[in-house]
């Protein structure tokens, strides 16, 4: 993986731009819903490779990217539509009790098809442990990895990234929306074996790790309740969140790791044991 300073060497990264639009949707969901600036994100870091969170012109010009066809081959609108200096996603992470509903209202309004301008979208619409989305250009259910439980993406089919977002923060909030069809009703949460198969892949995690599993239980944290930084790095304020986290669920072993005991409880609201 490069790192930013590898990244920024070269003239695609540098030029990469924000649209206007999607910077004022984005500072529009923070101030409705007071969150800190780390917990939305659009332009890509050294963790995004490939995809809506870097520019057409990155995704076809840079030796680091590792996908030059994923969202810039898929219609028109990726393949020249708009800036290609524009980055065209959008990343919210929200604590569950926002998150749930976002991500039900969402989806009912892209499956009625009222929002071809995105692209697809993935995050949690009934709180068990699978991510849920939609691609919204090949009309089908689509899932991503487990960061999504904690965090809503939103990709815009590039030609549409400095439209007009009004209708998103209504939606995305529920400010003003009417729902035109019932909520999704959740699904039967995932067996135990299943639950507890997931959790022995996951990884242990103590103060000074970095990485994109330090990312997932940073935003795990966020959507319980305990904020903290989403920076990939487990640092002090991460370890006392960690013990808070702990506490209030009762874990036995409350030591600020991250561990068989720690995952389950910051999944799922509960210990499997």
Request: aromatic share 8%.
């Amino acid at each position: 993986m490069p790192t930013v300073g590898e990244l920024s060497k070269e003239a695609a990264y540098g030029a990469e731009v924000i649209p206007v639009e999607l910077a004022y949707l984005a500072r529009n969901l923070r101030n409705y819903w007071e969150l800190s600036a780390g917990a939305i994100g659009i332009r890509g870091n050294e963790s995004h490779l490939r995809g809506y969170h870097r520019s057409r012109r990155w995704i076809l010009e840079s030796k680091w990217c590792t996908n030059r066809t994923y969202s810039t081959t898929e219609n028109a609108g990726n393949k020249t539509g708009g800036n290609s200096n524009w980055v065209s996603a959008i990343d919210v992470t929200l604590p569950l009790s926002k998150l749930l509903p976002a991500c039900q209202r969402l989806d009912i309004e892209v499956r009625a098809g009222r929002l071809e301008k995105v692209a697809e979208w993935y995050g949690n619409l009934n709180g068990d442990t699978r991510v849920d989305g939609y691609n919204n250009i090949a009309n089908h259910p689509a899932t991503s990895d487990n960061s999504h439980l904690w965090h809503l993406h939103i990709s815009f089919v590039r030609s549409h990234a400095n439209d007009n977002h009004e209708d998103m923060f209504t939606i995305l909030t529920g400010r003003g929306w009417t729902s035109p069809t019932p909520t999704p009703a959740p699904s039967n949460p995932p067996s135990l074996e299943w639950t507890e198969e997931a959790m022995r892949n996951l990884p242990e995690l103590r103060m000074g790790m970095t990485g994109m599993h330090v990312r997932t239980a940073q935003g795990l944290l966020n959507a319980r309740g305990f904020r903290t930084d989403i920076d990939g790095v487990f640092g002090p304020d991460m370890r006392a969140k960690t013990l808070d986290l702990q506490r209030q669920y009762g874990a036995e072993h409350v030591d600020g790791t991250w561990g068989p005991e720690t995952w389950p409880i910051a999944l799922l609201g509960q210990d499997i044991n």
